[in-house]
């Protein structure tokens, strides 16, 4: 197959210094200290942050790039997940919560045992946000995860909750198209008017007026753009915001985020 060429809606020029986004924008606050998929300088201590914070050994979302120790997004996606374990240090009540929701005792737990296990916390989303948050730490479409992913997934996801509500200044419980901007922009995606109007309307289910997104889908969204851009980004061997792909390739970079 021949390869295509893509380049990615908010990139500046090539030579710029800012390649991915998380450069100077006028009017949408202050320039990201982080770059790419990092948490804002002090954010953790002001939002989200709480007893259960991770141990260092954890990981967490922000440093993973999609897939996980065993081979993430190279791998078939259909893989088998390896076996793990929590991270030292982990809260002992996030264990007990894993436990309860392996149910054989197989150390790993499915895509409904996490749902489940993740409302016991308050963090109650569709299948298709489990789905994708399984993808997004596993690199695999098994639709399992072990002790380590899940640790992973639940800290990360209290950092997300706090980006959620920094950014929802009204506490609607929704974020409109300004604050989502903002939101991925401390995160450091810049994206193009065109891209966020896509977002927007793709990730607003509350059929209201005024366009908004709530908390599951915003977490989508993010999962959304977080994952594409790790993918382009992998193969954006230069920094200058073009890539090659075949059209396998391409496929297999969109398709798990379509059919999650």
Avoid at 33 to 50: E, L, N
Avoid at 151 to 161: A, K, M, T
């Amino acid at each position: 197959m021949g390869s295509s060429k893509l380049i990615m809606a908010g990139y500046p020029p090539p030579g710029s210094s800012y390649p991915y986004g998380g450069g100077q924008q006028s009017g949408y606050g202050q320039q990201p200290t982080a770059g790419y998929g990092q948490q804002p300088t002090g954010y953790g201590q002001q939002y989200g942050a709480s007893s259960t914070a991770p141990p260092p050994s954890s990981g967490g979302y922000n440093q993973y790039s999609g897939g996980n120790q065993h081979g993430g997004y190279g791998q078939s996606p259909f893989a088998a997940l390896s076996p793990s374990v929590f991270p030292p240090g982990t809260d002992p009540s996030l264990v007990a919560c894993f436990q309860t929701a392996d149910q054989d005792g197989s150390g790993l737990i499915d895509d409904m045992e996490l749902q489940s296990a993740l409302s016991n916390y308050h963090q109650r989303f569709s299948i298709r946000t489990v789905h994708l948050l399984m993808y997004m730490f596993t690199g695999t479409n098994v639709r399992k995860i072990g002790p380590k992913e899940f640790s992973s997934v639940f800290y990360s996801l209290q950092n997300w909750r706090g980006i959620f509500e920094r950014f929802d200044r009204d506490r609607s419980g929704k974020i409109d198209s300004q604050e989502l901007r903002e939101a991925l922009l401390s995160l450091g995606f810049s994206i193009s008017p065109m891209v966020l109007d896509l977002l927007v309307s793709k990730f607003d289910k509350s059929g209201g007026q005024h366009m908004a997104i709530e908390y599951d889908n915003f977490i989508e969204c993010c999962l959304t753009v977080k994952g594409l851009t790790d993918k382009f980004k992998e193969r954006d061997v230069t920094f200058s915001g073009t890539a090659h792909f075949n059209y396998e390739a391409f496929m297999l970079t969109v398709l798990p985020f379509l059919i999650a």
